[in-house]
């Protein structure tokens, strides 16, 4: 077991629970959605392809990128689909994103969507840093929303942190205001954020859950 790990968590249970004591916390989102269908404007793939992960590339990326793969035998029992996105000629992975259906629970905050059977949430979307800068972030989410058309599913939720504004000011402004409309607003939402002493629990909970070997 990863028992430095371990008691790092425990030196951090100890500290956040005086923090836990006065605790009010709460962060802001928002919501964005995309109608499911075929894009109407053209992106230069740049040799990159999209696929579905299998349960091996999981468990590779689960050692790499923990942090979003940390549940992710929860997500595949919620059917839950990872898709990746590869070069062509090699086969390299780029980056991934996780395609909610169901229900999804928030880590950090108190906050659970419920989705209709035509719904699906894209979340834990990351391009490893050498591929960006080249626009493939959204070649990902419009390929990713039309790997659901076949599926029936009508609706595509992406839900953003007001605490990430990068994306909101920069990036998504950016792509907009080129054409690419891979989200219309919807509406903000609060939820409140977890007491931190019990999401040390929590984590510590699925660390010791999920432990795997590497």
Known sequence: MEFSKI???IKKLIKDFFRSLKWKGEIEFMVRYRDVQP???NLNEYGFKIERASLNVIRNLYRIRRADF???KDRLKLKHICLVSKLK???KITGYFWVGVNKYRFKDVILKI???EDEAYLYNAYIFPKYRGKGIFFWVISKVVEYLVPYNYK???GIVA????????HAIPKYEKLGYRFF???????AKKRNPFLQDLYDLYYLIRYFEKT
């Open 7 to 9: 008691a790092s968590y």
């Open 39 to 41: 894009a109407s404007y």
């Open 70 to 72: 940390f549940d992710y």
């Open 89 to 91: 000629d090699s086969n």
């Open 114 to 116: 419920q989705l209709r």
């Open 155 to 157: 609706r595509a939720y």
């Open 162 to 169: 007001m605490t990430n504004p990068a994306m909101i000011k």
């Open 184 to 190: 219309k607003y919807l509406k903000p939402i609060k």
